[in-house]
């Protein structure tokens, strides 16, 4: 099970720092994702990071302002948002990979949390 959250309503320009707890597995043998959902559109892929936390991957929409990082003596996986902007608006999702590298494809990855709606203000 995982449990996303930390959303929130931010002005442009904010940060904002997501968590998924992790429970009911061996987090730590999994890879794990961020996908983001906005309003009327696709989930897309995020970020993504591997089980030993020192391997990352970036949508280019958000390289330089995220940092995905883990700690999995606490079972959970993080998101900082720095320099936010209005179209990072959506509903973000934390996700177990299910494929030896880090993939960026919704289907490589289950165990969906629910996800914590972040709104981004002009």
């Known amino acids: 099970q995982l449990q996303a959250y930390g959303g929130g309503l931010v002005q442009a320009g904010g940060s904002l720092r997501l968590s998924c707890a992790a429970s009911?597995?061996?987090?730590?043998?999994?890879?794990m994702g961020w996908f983001r959902q906005a309003p009327g559109a696709e989930r897309v892929f995020v970020a993504a990071?591997?089980?030993?936390?020192?391997?990352?991957y970036y949508a280019d929409s958000v390289k330089g302002r995220f940092t995905i990082s883990r700690d999995n003596a606490k079972n959970t996986v993080y998101l900082q948002m720095n320099s936010l902007k209005p179209e990072d608006t959506a509903v973000y999702y934390c996700a177990t990979g299910t494929r030896p590298y880090l993939s960026s494809r919704n289907r490589e990855y289950d165990y969906w949390g629910q996800g914590t709606r972040v709104t981004v203000s002009s």
């Open positions: 009911g597995r061996t987090f730590s043998n999994y890879h």
């Open positions: 990071i591997d089980w030993t936390g020192r391997n990352t």
